[in-house]
């Protein structure tokens, strides 16, 4: 009987090589189309001027330093005796714990957001502060010549005060995906305050995704200046926020 042959070189490569074949990942399951529905007025798409101004002052430290507050008007507004020329819009403040807190603004509790900006104070700052029962934020932003029609909720950045005290730059920004799977989660909430299952990778309390949200009434006072006044049912005696858009 002849010798058994021993393997060639190339058959002893492919032996290797499909014993070392990775079985193909599993395609990414499909994403879950959103339920929210498009507001009634759609907002211009940021240009890339904008989007350099976000990343920019995105990286920025929150800072705080003593500063004066701008004088403006404050006070608690009954849900039962709403101005007759604001608006009522739908505004969540979100985050996790020790992150920046957002601020999301929509037409309704159902609608995709018209407004998010990431505030400059972390999520747990904000908490003791709504502990206190008073809160004023300013966001300021310079003028713009007369000309500019560029409304103030379109501005790219701005110089956020909290009672009074400077806070670094708050930043208005598209949602993103995790933004919109919470507004998808609270469609069905019209007020109150919650923790969510976060999906940071932080473990415990800290990686924890925190809400509040409320009924705001929008004033316009001109095309300097809005304000947003948290509306509390009658007789609640819960904290008080007002938000103030102002170019100065």
């Not at 990286?59 to 006070?75: E, K, Q, V, Y």
């Not at 739908?90 to 807190?101: A, C, D, P």
């Amino acid at each position: 009987m002849g010798e058994p042959k021993s393997p060639s070189q190339d058959q002893l490569h492919q032996t290797a090589s499909s014993s070392s074949t990775v079985p193909p990942l599993p395609p990414p399951l499909p994403r879950q189309p959103s339920s929210l529905l498009q507001p009634s007025q759609n907002r211009k798409s940021r240009s890339k001027v904008i989007r350099v101004f976000r990343s920019v002052f995105r990286s920025f430290p929150i800072i705080t330093p003593a500063c004066r507050m701008p004088s403006l008007p404050m006070g608690r507004m009954d849900s039962s005796k709403t101005a007759s020329s604001g608006t009522r819009v739908s505004g969540t403040l979100f985050g996790y714990r020790k992150g920046r807190v957002s601020l999301s603004i929509q037409e309704t509790p159902r609608c995709l957001p018209s407004l998010v900006v990431e505030l400059a104070m972390q999520t747990n700052v904000l908490q003791k502060e709504m502990g206190s029962g008073m809160v004023r934020i300013a966001l300021e932003c310079e003028k713009r010549a007369d000309k500019d029609k560029t409304s103030i909720l379109d501005e790219p950045v701005w110089t956020m005060y909290c009672n009074g005290k400077k806070s670094g730059y708050a930043v208005k920004r598209e949602a993103t995906e995790e933004d919109l799977s919470v507004m998808e989660l609270l469609k069905a909430v019209t007020m109150g305050a919650a923790v969510l299952p976060g999906k940071s990778e932080v473990e415990g309390p800290d990686g924890e995704m925190v809400y509040m949200r409320a009924l705001f009434e929008r004033i316009v006072g001109s095309k300097d200046s809005e304000t947003l006044y948290m509306l509390s049912p009658e007789g609640n005696n819960g904290p008080e926020l007002s938000i103030f858009f102002v170019r100065i």
